[in-house]
C-alpha cells in the first residue's frame, strides 16, 4: 500500500484510497475531489494518516520508504507547476497543511511558502517581478515555521514587527514595502538565533521534513486531546500532512484570498455568504489583523459598509467563484465551506468541506435542499444533530426588554446568554464548575481557549471576523458568540475592560445576542422560542418515519402543555412525590408519615385525597384521550420530614403531637442507604392505605374528565422498585380493587393498565414472571443504572470525570445508557416479557429516553416508547426517526 498519493496537476491518484477521508484526512480527500471534478486546484500531494500512526507507534521516526515516496511526489509537483524546489531562480513553494478525518482545531497550524530561504527569496523576487511581494512572503515564512515548526513564541516577531512599522511611521502592515520587508527578515533571523542558539534552516528539504514532523507530532498534542476529549474522536485516527504547491494572494491589488459559504452558515438563507482580502495571504482573513471585506454586494449594502465587495472588485474571479459555488453543491449535495486564492487575476480553489452551521441553518437548509430535490426526506433528517435542536427550543432575548447597549460586534454565533465577565479560559473553567454561568470575554480566541468556551455561556471577542476561530467554534458548540466588537479593549493587568467610554470589571454581568451582535450591560429578559415554520416540517417529517413514539416526562399542567406543544404524545413518567411538597399540603403529608398507627394516617390521607385528585384532573385534562403513566409514591418517607426545631414546632401546632413524639418518630424513619431502604413498592406494601388514596384519586379524577369531555385519559398505574412478581401481584389487586370501587360510585369505567418499573436487576430477570401480572414495563434506567453499576448518582460526580477521561466509562452513564451492560438487562427484560406477554407495552422513563444514542438502543430493542422531559421532546423525536430510517 501507498503512503503518499498525488492529486492535481492532471495527475490525480486512481486509487479510491486517495479520496477516503480515513486514509488522507477530509481536507486530503476533498482537495482529490476537487481536482477530480476539474476544479482548479494547485497540485500537490497527501502522506496518509496510517503514516502518522506508524510514525507515532515508531516513537517519531519516519520509515525508509516514506523518504522515497515524498521525493517522488514532490517531483509530480514539480512538473505540474514547472518550477523546481530549492531553485534559485524560480523556486517552487509549497504550503504545509495538516488534515485528519474531521477538522480539528488544536491541529498544526499551516506553514505556508515553504522553500524559501536567503538564495530563493532573491529568485522570487526576480520571477515574479515583484520584490515586495518577494519579501514579505519570506518574512510570513519565517514566522509561521519559527512559530509552528520550531515552537518560538510568536510574539516576539510580531512585536518586532510593530515596532518596524512604528519606526517608519506606518499604520498598517500594507504600507510596508520590499525594503522595509527585508530588514525585517534579518532581525526575525536574529530573534532565531537568539531563541534556538543556531541559524534559522536554509535547507529546503530540511524545512520540509521539519514541518511533517511538527503536523504528525501535533496530534498528540495537549490542545488536540482536550478537543478530542470532548468531542468523542477516537486518538488511534493520527492526521494527513498536505503538502501543496503556493498560489499567492499576495501579489498585489489583482490578487486576494478569502472563505466562503454557498449559504449562510447562521441563517440558513440561500445566498453565498464570505468574506476576503485583497493583496493577502493564508490566514489574513481569519486572524483578525484586517478587518475582511464582504464577497457579495448585497451583503456588502445590508451592513452598510464601504470597502468593495469580491462581487463589484472583481466581477470576472467572483464569478467564476460563483460557478464552482453551484458546481460544488451538486457534486456533494450540500452546503459547503470554502478557502480560495486568486493569484493574479486566477482563481484557485484550497479547501471545500461541509460547513459546520447553526441548528437554525441546518434546519432551514435541510428542508430547502429537499424542496430543491438536491436531497431526499431520510437525508435531511439525518442532517440534523438531533441535540443541535436544544439551540433552537431555547430562549432569545425579549424584543421589549430594555436594553442598555454597549457597543455592537459581528452576529457569530445565535443565542442570548447573561453571565459574569470572565477575562481568561481556566478561570471560566473554575467559575463554571462551581455553577456559575460566566462569559468569556478576549482579545480573540484560540485552541489554547477550548475549555474555557466550552465552559462559558456565550463568547466575546474583540477582533476576528464570522469566520474567526472564536466564531467557528462557538457555532459548533452551539455557544452565543459575538466577535469582532472593536470598541471593546481589554487589560489583564488591572483585569478591567472598557467598551467606548464604559469601564467593566472581571464579575460584572453581561449579555450576549449571538443572534445581533449586541452586547449588553446586566442581565436582560428573555423568551421562549417559536415551534413553526422549519422546525414544523422537519418535524413532521420525522414523526412520518420515526416508529417509537414519544412521551414526555411531567407532573404538571404547565410542564404537560409545554410537552404537547412540542410533539409529546402522552405521559411516560409522572413522578407523585414532587406533589406533596407543596406548602399547603406538606403538613398532611408530614402528618400522615409521622401518625402512630393506621387511623392516624387514614386521617391525614383524608385531607390529601382531593388534592391529589384535582392535580390528576388537571393533567388528564391537558392528556385527554392520551396515555398517562402515573407512578405510585417511589421515595423513602424520610425525604418528607421536618428540617430542624422550627419545622418541628410548627408541625406540632397544625397537627396536634407534641415536639418530642414528632422527633422520636422521625428518628425511627432514619435509613443507613435510604436508596435501598423503605421506598418503592415497599411503601405500598406496609402502607396500603396510601397507594390505594393515591389510586382512588387517580380513578376519581379519570372519572370526572371522561364525563366532562366524553374523552378519557388512559391511566397507566405503575409500580416501582418492583424486585419480585408476588410484589406487584398484591399491588396489582390493591389496584383493581379500588379502581372497581371507584367506577361503583361514579357509575362508569375508564380504561386502565397496571404495570410496573423495571429498574433493579433481578427485576429484569424474573421480568417472564413479572410480566404475568404486569401489563406494561417502562425501564427506569436511572435506578437500573445504580443498581446494575451498584454506583449512587448523587455521588457519581467525585469519580465520574476521572473515569470517563480513563475510558472506563465511554461516556456518563446517567447520560447515555451503557449499552454493552445495563443494556443487556433491558433487553433481556424485553425478551422475557414479551414471551410471557406478547403485546405488553415497553418503554423508557429514565434521562437516557432524551439522550440520542440512548434512543438509538430502544429502537434496536424494540421498545414501542421513550419518554424525556418536555424541552428533550422534539430531540426525541428527531433521533427515533434518525433510528427508525
Ligand atoms: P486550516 O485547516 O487551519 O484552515 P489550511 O491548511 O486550510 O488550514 O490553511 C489555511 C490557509 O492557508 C488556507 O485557507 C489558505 O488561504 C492558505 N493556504 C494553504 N495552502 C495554500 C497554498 N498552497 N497556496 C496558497 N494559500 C494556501
Ligand atoms: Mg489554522
Ligand atoms: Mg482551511
Known amino acids: 500500500t501507498s503512503y503518499v498519493f498525488t492529486f492535481g496537476g492532471g495527475a490525480s491518484s486512481a486509487d479510491p484510497r486517495s479520496r477516503d477521508k480515513t486514509v488522507v484526512g477530509g481536507k486530503g480527500a476533498n482537495l482529490a475531489e476537487m481536482a477530480g471534478i476539474g476544479l482548479p486546484v494547485p497540485p500537490g500531494f497527501t502522506i496518509t494518516t496510517e503514516e502518522c500512526v506508524r510514525y507515532l507507534a515508531d516513537g517519531g521516526e519516519f520509515a525508509d520508504d516514506l523518504k522515497a515516496d515524498v521525493a517522488a511526489a514532490l517531483g509530480h509537483i514539480e512538473r505540474a507547476v514547472g518550477k523546481k524546489f530549492g531553485d534559485a531562480t524560480d523556486p517552487l513553494l509549497v504550503s504545509v497543511r495538516s488534515g485528519a478525518r474531521v477538522s480539528m482545531p488544536g491541529m498544526m497550524d499551516t506553514v505556508l511558502n515553504l522553500g524559501l530561504n536567503d538564495a530563493t527569496v532573491q529568485g522570487l523576487a526576480t520571477s515574479s517581478g515583484d520584490a515586495r511581494f518577494a519579501w514579505d512572503s519570506y518574512r510570513r515564512f519565517i514566522q509561521m515555521y519559527s512559530d509552528v515548526v520550531l515552537g518560538i513564541d510568536h510574539h516576539l516577531f510580531e512585536d518586532a514587527l510593530e515596532i518596524a512599522k512604528e519606526d517608519n511611521g506606518f499604520y498598517a502592515d500594507v504600507e510596508m514595502q520590499a525594503e522595509h520587508w527585508q530588514v525585517l527578515v534579518t532581525e526575525y533571523m536574529q530573534i532565531v538565533k537568539g531563541e534556538l542558539g543556531r541559524e534559522f534552516p536554509q535547507d529546503p528539504t530540511e524545512q520540509l521534513w521539519g514541518a511533517i514532523r511538527a503536523v504528525f507530532d501535533s496530534w498528540d498534542s495537549d490542545r488536540a486531546k482536550v478537543y478530542r476529549r470532548l468531542n468523542d474522536i477516537p486518538g488511534d485516527w493520527g492526521t494527513a500532512v498536505n503538502v501543496q504547491a503556493m498560489v499567492f494572494g499576495n501579489m498585489g491589488d489583482t490578487s486576494a484570498t478569502g472563505v466562503a459559504f454557498t449559504r449562510d452558515p447562521a441563517t440558513g438563507e440561500k445566498a453565498y455568504y464570505g468574506e476576503w482580502l485583497v493583496n493577502a495571504q493564508g490566514e489574513d482573513v481569519v486572524a483578525g489583523i484586517r478587518t475582511p471585506q464582504y464577497l457579495t454586494k448585497a451583503s456588502r449594502e445590508r451592513a452598510g459598509a464601504k470597502p468593495l465587495s469580491m462581487e463589484e472588485a472583481m466581477p470576472e474571479a467572483f464569478g467564476e467563484l460563483a460557478a464552482v459555488f453551484e458546481l460544488l453543491e451538486k457534486h456533494y449535495r450540500d452546503m459547503q465551506d470554502i478557502e480560495f486564492t486568486v493569484e493574479r487575476g486566477h482563481l484557485w480553489m484550497l479547501q471545500t468541506r461541509s460547513g459546520k452551521r447553526t441548528a437554525k441553518a441546518a434546519l432551514k437548509m435541510a428542508v430547502e435542499m429537499v424542496e430543491e430535490g438536491l436531497i431526499d426526506e431520510p437525508t435531511a ?15 432569545t432575548l425579549d424584543p421589549n426588554a430594555t436594553r442598555d447597549v454597549l457597543t455592537k460586534g459581528l452576529p457569530a454565533s445565535p443565542g442570548a446568554a447573561s453571565g459574569a465577565i470572565v477575562l481568561d479560559a481556566d478561570t471560566a473553567q473554575t467559575l463554571a464548575e462551581r455553577g456559575e454561568a460566566v462569559i468569556l470575554v478576549r482579545v480573540e480566541t484560540s485552541p489554547e481557549d477550548i475549555h474555557g468556551m466550552h465552559a462559558a455561556r456565550g463568547i466575546l471577542t474583540a477582533r476576528g471576523g464570522m469566520t474567526s476561530h472564536a466564531a ?4 459548533g458548540m452551539g455557544r452565543p458568540c459575538v466577535s469582532g466588537a472593536s470598541a471593546l479593549s481589554i487589560d489583564m493587568a488591572s483585569r478591567t475592560l472598557r467598551i467606548g467610554n464604559r469601564e467593566l470589571k472581571e464579575g460584572d454581568v453581561l449579555t450576549l445576542d449571538g443572534a445581533t451582535g449586541e452586547v449588553m450591560a446586566g442581565h436582560v429578559k428573555t423568551i421562549e422560542p417559536e415551534l413553526v415554520g422549519d422546525f414544523g ?9 420515526r416508529r417509537m413514539k414519544v412521551r414526555t416526562n411531567a407532573e404538571t399542567p404547565a410542564d404537560c402543555r409545554t410537552a404537547r406543544l412540542f410533539g409529546a404524545e402522552g405521559i411516560g413518567l409522572c413522578r407523585t412525590e414532587h406533589m406533596f411538597f407543596d406548602d399547603k399540603r406538606i403538613a398532611a403529608v ?48 424520610h425525604e418528607f420530614l421536618p428540617h430542624g426545631d422550627e419545622e418541628f414546632a410548627e408541625l406540632s401546632d397544625v397537627i396536634g403531637i407534641g415536639v418530642d413524639t414528632l422527633k422520636r418518630r422521625a428518628a425511627e424513619l432514619h435509613e443507613f442507604n435510604p436508596m435501598l431502604g423503605h421506598r418503592g413498592c415497599r411503601l405500598g406494601i406496609t402502607f396500603p392505605e396510601i397507594y390505594a388514596m393515591q389510586v382512588r384519586a387517580i380513578f376519581e379524577a ?15 398505574v405503575m409500580i416501582p422498585l418492583v424486585a419480585t412478581r408476588k410484589e406487584l401481584s398484591i399491588l396489582k389487586a390493591l389496584v383493581d380493587k379500588e379502581a372497581e370501587a371507584v367506577f361503583a360510585e361514579k357509575g362508569r369505567r375508564v380504561d386502565y393498565m397496571v404495570g410496573t418499573m423495571i429498574e433493579l436487576p433481578r427485576a429484569a430477570l424474573m421480568a417472564g414472571e413479572i410480566a404475568e401480572v404486569g401489563e406494561f414495563f417502562s425501564f427506569g434506567t436511572n435506578d437500573l443504572t445504580q443498581t446494575t453499576l451498584g454506583v449512587s448518582r448523587d455521588d457519581a460526580a467525585r469519580f465520574l470525570q476521572p ?11 446517567f447520560v447515555s445508557l451503557d449499552i454493552e451492560g445495563v443494556g443487556q438487562l433491558v433487553e433481556l427484560a424485553a425478551e422475557r416479557g414479551r ?15 432524551g439522550d440520542p444514542a440512548s434512543i438509538a438502543f430502544c429502537e434496536k430493542v424494540g421498545l414501542d416508547y421513550v419518554s424525556a422531559s418536555p424541552f428533550r421532546v422534539p430531540i426525541a423525536r428527531l433521533a427515533a426517526a434518525q433510528a427508525a430510517l
Open 835 to 849: 414471551a410471557t406477554r406478547p403485546a405488553i407495552k415497553l418503554g423508557i422513563c429514565g434521562e437516557h429516553g
Open 537 to 545: 416540517i422537519l418535524m413532521d417529517w420525522a414523526d412520518r418515519h
Open 590 to 637: 408530614r402528618q400522615m408519615i409521622l401518625a402512630e398507627d393506621e387511623g392516624g394516617r387514614r386521617a391525614a390521607l383524608a385531607k390529601l385525597l382531593p388534592e391529589q385528585r384535582a392535580d390528576f384532573r388537571a393533567i388528564f385534562e391537558v392528556m385527554a384521550g392520551l396515555p398517562v403513566t402515573i407512578r405510585l409514591l417511589d421515595p423513602p418517607l
Open 472 to 475: 467557528v467554534v462557538a457555532r
Open 702 to 716: 379519570a372519572c370526572d374528565v371522561a364525563a366532562q369531555d366524553g374523552l378519557a385519559p388512559l391511566p397507566e
Open 803 to 813: 473515569y470517563v477521561e480513563q475510558g472506563i466509562f465511554p461516556r456518563d452513564p
Open 381 to 395: 433528517i439525518r442532517r440534523v444533530d438531533p441535540m443541535a435542536l436544544d439551540q433552537l427550543l431555547h430562549p
